[in-house]
């Protein structure tokens, strides 16, 4: 397995094409960090606030996702978006406005996959975690976790999609 992309925003820039593609409203901050020296911050203040990457999608049938989350307030918008051009493939969004837990739902249909993650506890680190495996496209697994902790995993068509080639990290990116 090849890593497709690794980023802990330690150049400091939010430079588009210097650690992902594309910004709105996100900024690379001191402040709040987990290691290093940086990390990205976005807000549910702004109406899009997200880091966009996108990368080849040849030979990508299963991918692995990993990201580490310090959550401030509640959630109130989608968080992660997996994406092939303009259709999603899966995305983390909320159950509720202002709940916080998270739901892995598959973007063809917009239908949850499996349960409700455990609660995320504001101002305290969370690694959040997302499988996808397109090998057979009418039967593609999608699976999320929450510091180690698989909630959600299930079977889904997604024959009407291409295989991933972008990441959306970020809060209410209209992109649902």
Known sequence: ????????????????????????SATIV??????????LNVTQAASASYAQYTFSSADKAITYYRFYVNRVGSFNAHIFIIKNGANN??????PGVNDNKLKLVEGVGGTQ????SPVTVSNGWH????????????SS????????YEFARGTVDLS?????????IGSDVGQS
């Open 141 to 148: 697994v999608l699976a999320a976790r929450l510091d180690g």
């Open 113 to 116: 996959v499996g349960s409700n």
């Open 1 to 24: 397995m090849a890593r497709l992309w690794s980023c802990g925003f330690e150049l400091g820039t939010s430079t588009s094409g210097v650690e992902f593609d594309l910004a709105s």
């Open 127 to 138: 690694c959040w975690e997302i499988m996808v495996d397109m090998t057979t496209l009418a």
């Open 89 to 94: 493939i899966a995305y983390l969004t909320p």
């Open 160 to 168: 009407t999609r291409s295989l991933p080639d972008t990441i959306i």
């Open 30 to 39: 001191a402040t709040t960090i987990r290691s290093g020296t940086y990390s």
